[in-house]
């Protein structure tokens, strides 16, 4: 059974940085691509990054050059380092596989970025 937990949330102003962790147990983590998730409020949840086993990454255009996926399989974690935050990055952070799987879904970690 997979659980994925998210960290590393705040509130920061805009400019600064913050780093999300996701721990996961269940060890297939380590062998599936995965992403980090964003849903804003009245929005639906979009993938906003996304890192395959071998650590290939993809970005959405509104953070493309701000963010930075990363993982360590060996300690089943993902990273997502933001920078240059903008107000229009606040939201709720989720990791999940990528194509996501519902089961997967954790509380994910709010990010607030005030201007």
């Known amino acids: 059974q997979v659980q994925l937990v998210e960290s590393g949330g705040g509130l920061v102003q805009a400019g600064g940085s913050l780093r999300l962790s996701c721990a996961a147990s269940?060890?297939?983590?380590?062998?599936?691509?995965m992403g980090w998730y964003r849903q804003a409020p009245g929005m639906q949840r979009e993938l906003v990054a996304g890192i395959s086993r071998g650590g290939i990454t993809k970005y959405s255009d509104s953070v493309k050059g701000r963010f930075t996926i990363s993982r360590d399989n060996g300690k089943r974690t993902v990273f997502l380092q933001m920078n240059s935050l903008k107000p229009e990055d606040t939201a709720v952070y989720y990791c999940n596989a990528d194509p996501s799987v519902p089961k997967y879904w954790g509380q994910g970690t709010q990010v607030t970025v005030s201007s």
């Open positions: 269940g060890s297939i983590v380590s062998f599936i691509n």
